[in-house]
C-alpha cells in the first residue's frame, strides 16, 4: 500500500472509465457493462467481497488457507479497507443493475514506499505470503524498467460466477489505462498467480516482466512453500499506460 499517493482532487470520483457491450455465453443476449471507480458508500460491501470470495479462490491464498484462520481474515479485512480508501479501485457493474458484477482492488505504489510493517504476532501464512509478494514484485524491477516514481498494481481481482465468460476481467484490467491516464501514472504492474489470471492479463495486453515457478521459490529465495498449490508460474506482468 502506499504511503505516500493521494488520487488528485481534479479527477472527478467516482468517474466511468469504460462502457462495453458483451455477449452472454449461453443464452448469446447482448449485454452492456459499465467500469466505474468503486463509490465511497460501497467500500465496506467491495471490501467484504474481497474477503468472502476472492480470497478462497486465489491460489496462493488457497494453498495457505487464509480463509480458515479468522486472525488473517481481521488483518485482511483491515488493509482492504484502507487500499479502497485511495478511490482508485474498479467495479464492473451491469446497466440497469445496482449489482458489482466484478472488481479490481488496486494499490498505489511509489518509490518512495515503506515496506508494510505486519502486526506482532501475524500468522506464518500470512507473513509467506507477504514475503514472496515483495520477492517477485522486486525482481520485477518496474521502477528502473518504465523509469517511473510509481505506479499502479493491485491486491486482487474477482468476478462472480455468474458473470464469468463474458470478458469482464479482460475489460477490468485495460480501464487501468484511463484510469491512469486521468491519474498521472504511465505503467501498471501486478503479480498474476494463476494460470487463469495470467490469460486474462495476456488478453488484456499485459506482458511478462518476472516469472518465477512456485518449486523455485520453495527452493531458492524466499524459501517459501506453497503446498498442493493447483498453478506452476507466478508472473508480474505489466501494461504501459501512458501517455
Aim: glycine content about 4%.
Amino acid at each position: 500500500m502506499s504511503n505516500e499517493w493521494t488520487r488528485p482532487g481534479e479527477v472527478k470520483f467516482p468517474s466511468i472509465w469504460v462502457t462495453f457491450q458483451t455477449k452472454h455465453p449461453t443464452t448469446n443476449e447482448s449485454l452492456t457493462f459499465r467500469i466505474q471507480d468503486l463509490p465511497e458508500d460501497r467500500f465496506d460491501e467491495a471490501a467484504e467481497i474481497m474477503i468472502e470470495h476472492f480470497l478462497s479462490e486465489e491460489v496462493m491464498c488457497k494453498c495457505k488457507e487464509i480463509s480458515n484462520d479468522p486472525d488473517s481474515l481481521v488483518l485482511a479485512r483491515v488493509y482492504y479497507k484502507e487500499m479502497i480508501s485511495r478511490k482508485i479501485s474498479l467495479i464492473c457493474v451491469q446497466e440497469g443493475s445496482d449489482e458489482i458484477a466484478g472488481i479490481n482492488v488496486l494499490d498505489p505504489v511509489t518509490i518512495y514506499d515503506k515496506q508494510i510493517e505486519l502486526p506482532e504476532g501475524t500468522d506464518a501464512r500470512v507473513l509467506d505470503l507477504q514475503i514472496a509478494s515483495y520477492f517477485v514484485m522486486k525482481q520485477a524491477k518496474i521502477f528502473d524498467k518504465y523509469s517511473v516514481d510509481k505506479y499502479i498494481s493491485a491486491w486482487g481481482l474477482f468476478v462472480f460466477p455468474k458473470y464469468r465468460g463474458m470478458g469482464l476481467g479482460v475489460e477490468l484490467l485495460k480501464a487501468r489505462i484511463p484510469l491512469g491516464q486521468a491519474v498521472g501514472f504511465k505503467v501498471t504492474a501486478t503479480q498474476f498467480t494463476s494460470q487463469r489470471s495470467q490469460a486474462v492479463a495476456k488478453k488484456a495486453g499485459f506482458i511478462e516482466e518476472y516469472v518465477v515457478s512456485y518449486e523455485d521459490l520453495e527452493k531458492n529465495e524466499p524459501h517459501i512453500e506453497f503446498p498442493n498449490i493447483t498453478s506452476p508460474l507466478l508472473k508480474v506482468m505489466a501494461l504501459p499506460i501512458g501517455p
